[in-house]
């Protein structure tokens, strides 16, 4: 009977042994390590130091309960509050000791928008958690039910004194169902195709550095132009983040009947609570495309300086602590996407007073801009009467984000010297301007260029990057070479322009040279920045043949000469002429490049 009990309890040991499977892969962190910028895709990343402590749960272990949906537009806010719960295993004399963290699963199917909010970690402590995130559900959705997953991480604890202690974390994936309503769809079948606008079809040339002071004028200056279409009229985009007051300007439309080019100058006047950074202004351009009239919004970024407002109460005797953002930098010039970058804000205390406890928040409306740290907030201990203090962060900026202006809230909480706690809002904008990467390929010299004569020289050019290339045009320059501006026209982004550029042959190139000749790309970018791009390449002009090169032909009589040559006879001169030149020209680039060969055999030997 003894061994009979030992047996059954060695196999109930191996049974759960078994059971306990490692999940790989599960064990998250929030972000990495401030600086780090390798595999931020998002806010969680894998921690191999735990996974091999991370083991599968019971599904019986965790239970969610006081499920609630609230909202279930496509494109809107949806709220999802639930309890975490967890069981006790009676069968396997086990409980659950404590609920250490719920997140949502982020994989294809998860039907809201990867923000901030889809990254936050609920942190938790006991048996019982309550959790409640409020998601953006996508904009392509169609009405359907879609699961939202949560991952639970937990601890055990042995009951009944029946098992040992256990001390491994275990994970469960745990889903609600989200029913969401999708857009409508459009059920008039269009009659003609409908043409759309591009970034590429308008660019703005400015003519000033817009800069504004709060309640003070600000003028923003530039000229619209489009290479293939006719722009017929400008109208600023009045929004909620429209920097300036309603005045005649705010409302001016820039018309003309159709132009390629539009100046356009507008006078505002700057709002009162206006705060100190660039801020976007938006422009609607509309034009004339394929015979259908279209609209392109461009942004034109304006700089503004804010002023601090405080407020005294009824005795008049203390001042309300006003705390705001007066300025940022980044530690580089300028920020490009998918690139990480250090922002550092400048907070400024305007009140006579000293302010504690100051902690700051940091949010984008999409995630164009995620903390590299995984935290969005920082903390200060105080800031003096009349100072400024500085906080950075380390971001990086999405790789989806186009060249314009992008708004960062930044959310301020502090207290006065009676702990008596306040909040104030700010915006930062924040410009992002895509790389231009230009490559030349199939550079094809001439066949043969001669002083005095022409060849063409051939080459494609290849726009690698994310904006349009606007009004390319290309040059050569070199000691042997000379030739005309030629213009190629707008390359869309990961699209190729081909260019000829015909050569003049100014002076013969030296025995010890191959011909420099380099080729200047000039272009605007999507920012309507004039750049250039320049490359190397070898093109040889040999020495003119002339006259004196044409051997003589002795055997035509003095008769033949009174009288001309007849028409076959002059053909076969020229054409034998033409072999000779070519003939000459072979053997002179084969010496040289002989004398080449043997002086770099010479080089070697020394």
Avoid at 34 to 55: A, R, W
Wanted: glycine share 8%; with cysteine.
């Amino acid at each position: 009977m003894k061994k009979k009990k030992l047996w059954i309890a060695a196999l109930l040991s191996l049974a759960m042994v078994t059971s306990m499977v490692p999940v790989q892969n599960t064990k998250n962190v929030w972000a990495a390590g401030e600086g780090n910028d390798q595999g931020i895709t998002g806010g969680q990343q894998g921690d191999d130091s735990l996974q091999s402590e991370m083991m599968t749960g019971n599904s019986a272990d965790i239970s969610l309960s006081n499920v609630s949906v609230s909202g279930s537009k496509a494109g809107g806010k949806v709220k999802v509050s639930f309890t975490v719960t967890g069981n006790k295993n009676n069968k396997k004399h086990y409980d659950i000791e404590s609920i250490e963290k719920i997140y949502p699963v982020l994989d294809d199917s998860f039907p809201f928008v990867m923000d901030n909010e889809a990254y936050r970690v609920t942190n938790g402590n006991g048996g019982s958690v309550n959790c409640s995130y409020t998601f953006h559900a996508k904009d392509n959705l169609e009405t359907a039910y879609y699961m939202a997953g949560f991952t639970v991480v937990y601890t055990r604890k042995s009951a009944d004194g029946v098992v040992k202690a256990y001390d491994s974390e275990y994970s469960l994936n745990k889903s609600i169902n989200v029913k969401i309503t999708g857009k409508p769809k459009a059920t008039e079948k269009p009659a003609d195709k409908q043409e759309t606008a591009k970034d590429a079809d308008i660019s703005l040339k400015m003519k000033n550095d817009p800069y504004g002071v709060y309640g003070g004028s600000c003028s923003v200056a530039f000229t619209a132009s489009s290479r293939n279409y006719k722009i017929k009229s400008v109208v600023p985009v009045i929004d909620n983040n429209f920097p300036f007051e309603s005045t005649t300007d705010a409302y001016k439309v820039v018309r003309s009947g159709g132009t390629k080019s539009l100046s356009c100058s507008y006078h505002f006047k700057v709002k009162n609570n206006v705060s100190t950074g660039y801020q976007g202004v938006v422009f609607r351009i509309g034009y004339v495309k394929n015979g259908q009239d279209v609209t392109e919004d461009k942004t034109v970024n304006v700089e503004l300086k804010g002023k601090a407002k405080e407020k005294t109460n009824a005795k008049g005797k203390t001042s309300t602590p006003r705390v705001m953002v007066s300025g940022f930098t980044t530690d580089v010039k300028t920020v490009h996407p998918n690139a990480k970058f250090l922002l550092t804000l400048e907070l400024r205390n305007n009140a006579s007073q000293t302010v504690h406890n100051i902690k700051l928040t940091m949010s984008t409306e999409n995630g164009e801009f995620l903390p590299l740290s995984g935290a969005s907030t920082a903390y200060l201990d105080s800031i003096a009467a009349k100072s400024t203090a500085k906080v950075s962060f380390w971001m990086k900026a999405a790789a989806s984000l186009s060249s314009k202006s992008y708004q960062v809230t930044v959310k301020t909480e502090y207290e006065d010297g009676k702990a008596s706690g306040y909040n104030a809002e700010d915006h930062v904008s924040i410009p992002v301007v895509q790389k231009d990467r230009i490559s030349l390929t199939e550079v094809t010299p001439p066949d043969m260029l001669s002083v005095g004569g022409t060849g063409d020289l051939s080459f494609s050019i290849n726009n690698l990057g994310g904006g349009a290339l606007n009004n390319v045009s290309v040059i050569c320059k070199g000691k042997e070479i000379s030739c005309e501006k030629s213009f190629v026209g707008n390359i869309a982004a990961g699209a190729t322009g081909y260019a000829t550029v015909t050569l003049n042959g100014d002076q013969a190139t030296p025995d010890d040279s191959d011909g420099e000749c380099t080729i200047i790309v000039k272009y605007e970018n999507a920012s309507g920045q004039t750049k250039k791009y320049t490359e190397k390449t070898n093109v040889f002009v040999s020495e003119d043949m002339g006259d004196a090169d044409m051997p003589a032909d002795d055997g035509m009589d003095e008769t033949q000469t009174k009288k001309g040559l007849p028409l076959a006879a002059k053909i076969g001169i020229g054409v034998a002429a033409l072999v000779v030149v070519i003939i000459v020209v072979r053997i002179i680039v084969k010496k040289k490049r002989k004398k080449k060969e043997e002086e770099l055999m010479d080089d070697e030997l020394l």
